[in-house]
């Protein structure tokens, strides 16, 4: 007999919906998987033999058994097919109708005792599940809290074999039970009250909220760069719910175990020994990476010259396309990657360059060398550039600054106009603007295009930065309530730009606007 179950693969973040096929047929007794297995799908024969016997299920094995995993071109990883197999199997021996099984989605591992264990991957299984207009979806009851964050599928979490087959055998299924609400914890996260002094570093913090640009902190240890990265997703906007969808389903993919809607946009700090797969994905099967894991997110690179040169290079191109091309010989897989960089760096190895106090060590070969293993066309990528100097006693004493809720306030009004523009831009944060729109929201007046010529000259700005410049002073218009871009934007911007020709050891360089 032939039977038909169905099932997902998780290919990158994207599910997969998988049809496994089973056909029993007298002859000499083997069983035989198609449809690129993994080894571990490979084994599950034995898990499913045992699962059946413990179960009370007199399955027939005496017999040429094929099960066939559609499509056959998709590689297919993990535990996750047993549950639809097993059931598959059962229903080519006549122990369950068939037809029912053409609306519902099985996931799950078995054990050898036929327990339905949890597996990773679930919330864009059932993703693909209802945009596949499915009716019902069986999944392991560790599972069901996350498949829970999907609507508009009748979902029935199970733990054992003998329970799955009574829901997917039904031709008329029970309710499914109440599921556990979808849990919405509480922003939580340090504060920037913590931050004292470096009022040109909170102000470019609060930039960077506000337009979703790049931003890159460079000073002498102890100066405060890390403090103030991690206090950027405090004062960011809250996720929308189709953000939240779209990142927890990331995550989802990426093997984390969810018992929750992830509602506070991620921060990635991955240590500076990652290597390029894992920064930027990739694999024999694609596999998200640091820089998907932050989608909607905030990337944090501390100590960027310690990271390899080759895998800083490979981030230029999802800083640019905000998404990631991996490209394999069976296809092409696109993982998101929607995220603000920000990176942190000292000045020279010994982290004292600049600082008349302490006395830079460092022999000037040492010191270019350093600043060699950061790129030119990595450092023109990064919008806001900030040198920060020891904090003084007199700031560390003193009153504390604005609290993260003060700012976010100030960076949600800045978002809201930016909102009312992308029916006209086609961009939600200023970061994206694209070439064509510049001219009609972020041109400058006579001033500031003055300015802009000037800093084309002196500063050797690129195409790309002029761009990306532009940007940042239609978010420094957003910000103080301007419908245009007036010089004092220009201006201001500038001063963000001195790393992109060389780093320097001075206060950032400031325009004059006259």
């Known amino acids: ?8 693969a998780v290919v990158g973040v994207d599910g997969h919906l998988v049809c496994v096929e089973v056909d029993t047929a007298s002859g000499f007794p083997k069983f035989t998987m198609l449809g690129l ?28 058994i094929t099960v066939s995993m559609a499509p056959a071109s998709l590689r ?3 535990s ?26 099985l996931v799950g591992e078995l054990a050898l005792d036929g327990t339905v264990r949890a597996v990773p991957g679930v919330l864009p299984m059932m993703l693909t599940a209802r945009a596949r207009g499915l009716a019902a979806a069986v999944v392991p009851a560790e599972n069901a809290s996350e498949a829970a964050l999907v609507s508009g599928l009748r979902v029935y979490p199970v733990r054992s074999l003998p329970e799955a087959v009574d829901v997917a055998g039904s031709v008329d299924r029970p309710d499914p039970p109440p599921l556990p609400a979808v849990k919405r914890p509480p922003r939580t996260g340090p504060d920037l009250t913590d931050v004292r002094g470096q009022a040109l570093a909170r102000r470019a ?15 002498p240890p102890g100066s405060g760069k890390t403090m103030l990265a991690r206090r950027l997703p405090g004062i960011l906007p809250p996720l929308t719910p189709e953000e939240a969808l779209e990142t927890t389903a990331v995550h989802s993919a990426g093997g984390a175990r969810l018992d929750a809607l992830i509602t506070e946009r991620p921060f990635r700090s991955p240590h500076h020994t990652a290597s390029e797969a894992a920064l930027v994905g990739g694999g024999t099967v694609p596999r998200p990476g640091e820089v998907s894991l932050a989608h909607n997110g905030v990337l944090f690179l501390d100590e960027l010259p310690e990271f390899r040169r080759h895998v800083l290079e490979a981030l230029r191109q999802p800083v640019e396309d905000r998404e990631v091309t991996v490209a394999r010989v069976r296809g092409t897989v696109r993982l998101p990657a929607r995220f603000q960089l920000v990176v942190a760096m000292n000045p020279c ?31 023109d990528r990064i919008d806001l550039h900030v040198e920060l100097s020891a904090v003084p006693y007199a700031d560390i004493a ?9 700012v976010a306030r100030r960076v949600a009004e800045a978002r809201a106009r930016q909102d009312a523009r992308t029916a006209l831009t086609g961009a939600r944060t200023n970061a994206d603007l694209g070439s064509a729109a510049l001219p009609r929201v972020a041109w400058p007046d006579a001033e500031g295009r003055r300015l802009l010529e000037q800093a084309m000259d002196r500063l050797g700005l690129t195409g790309r930065g002029h761009d990306r410049l532009l940007r940042v002073a239609r978010t420094l ?7 245009e871009v007036a010089a004092a934007h220009v201006a201001e911007a500038l001063q963000f730009r001195d790393l992109v020709s060389g780093w320097s050891a001075h206060a950032p360089y400031v325009m004059p606007v006259t």
């Not at 913090?205 to 000073?219: D, K, M, Q």
């Not at 982290?351 to 600043?371: E, H, I, N, T």
């Open 398 to 406: 003193g009153p504390p600054g604005e609290s993260s809720a003060t």
């Open 477 to 483: 218009a957003d910000l103080d309530h301007c419908r």
């Open 80 to 105: 996750s097919y047993d549950l639809a197999t097993a059931v598959g199997l059962l229903a080519a021996d006549g122990t369950l109708p068939a037809a029912p099984l053409a609306d519902v989605l």
């Open 205 to 219: 913090l609060e930039i960077a909220a506000a337009g979703g640009h790049n931003l890159l902190l460079s000073g």
């Open 76 to 78: 297919k990883m993990g």
């Open 1 to 8: 007999m032939l039977a038909t179950s169905l099932t997902a």
């Open 37 to 64: 297995p993994d080894s571990s799908i490979k084994e599950s024969e034995g898990r499913i033999r045992a699962a059946l016997r413990n179960c009370g299920y007199a399955f027939k094995w005496d017999r040429r």
């Open 349 to 379: 190895p010994c982290g004292a360059r600049g600082d008349l106090r302490r006395g830079c060590a460092c022999p000037p070969g040492r010191v270019r060398s350093y600043q060699a293993r950061v790129s030119g066309p990595l450092l």
